[in-house]
């Protein structure tokens, strides 16, 4: 079992869709969640950070289920901007594990 | 202004040749990394450095070296050893810490002649 796993992808969606990520993780010693975005044979970027009481930036919602292993990215009336790789980051014991990435393209 | 600066952005190996990818920050970070990135695929782990002259294979580090004698640097050697070298490199920083933020460089494309 992968230590970080996203939803495969790819999202294709319309504008103005609302759509959702999850990522599971195995180990339950993981201490801090994020969520970046990569636009292709760039950087990754901090979107946010995943706090266990859930939070929220505009049209961003993050979510943290310790019990279950898991944390989710909603993304609300979607922009043809918002089109990117948007990976999953877990803080682990040892080091930073990143999952695969989900591709997202928001079509007009 | 702080920053993790990678280069160089383009680089091309021959068959055989050792080359050494540039990382540099001075964000003070005490934890430095290297990950490899295939097209489609997510960022795999080579090596990390979490404090000076100390360094951890992550899961992919066959054929590739690692240094760190300076805390602003974290140079990457790809070897003749690794046979498949192509690939986007992106070096990162970050405090050590249990919140701990990862800052990207704008990566290096590795290619083989």
């Known amino acids: 079992r992968k230590e970080v796993e996203q939803d495969p992808g790819p999202f294709n969606v319309p504008e103005g869709a609302t759509v959702a990520f999850n990522c599971t993780y195995s180990n339950s010693a993981s201490q801090s969640f994020f969520w970046y975005r990569q636009d292709c044979r760039k950087e990754p970027k901090l979107l946010m950070s995943v706090y266990s009481s859930g939070n929220e930036d505009g049209r961003f919602t993050a979510q943290l289920n310790r019990a279950s292993q898991y944390i989710s990215l909603l993304i609300r009336d979607s922009k043809l901007s918002d089109s990117a790789t948007y990976l999953c980051?877990?803080?682990?014991?040892?080091?930073?594990?990143f999952g695969a990435g989900t591709r997202l393209t928001v079509k007009p | 202004d702080g920053g993790i600066t990678q280069s160089p952005k383009y680089l091309f190996r021959k068959e055989g040749q050792n080359v050494t990818l540039s990382c540099e920050q001075n964000?003070?970070?005490?934890?430095m990394y290297w990950y490899r990135q295939d097209p489609g695929q997510g960022l795999r782990l080579i090596y990390y450095s979490q404090i000076v002259n100390d360094f951890q294979k992550g899961d992919i580090a066959e054929g590739y070296s690692v240094s760190r004698e300076k805390k602003e640097s974290f140079p990457l050697t790809v070897t003749s050893a690794q046979k498949n070298p192509t690939a986007f490199y992106l070096c990162?920083?970050?405090?050590?810490?249990?919140?701990?933020?990862?800052?990207f460089g704008s990566g290096t494309q590795l290619s083989v002649l």
């Open positions: 990162a920083s970050s405090l050590r810490g249990t919140n701990e933020k990862l800052f």
């Open positions: 964000l003070n970070h005490d934890a």
């Open positions: 980051v877990v803080n682990m014991p040892d080091d930073m594990r």
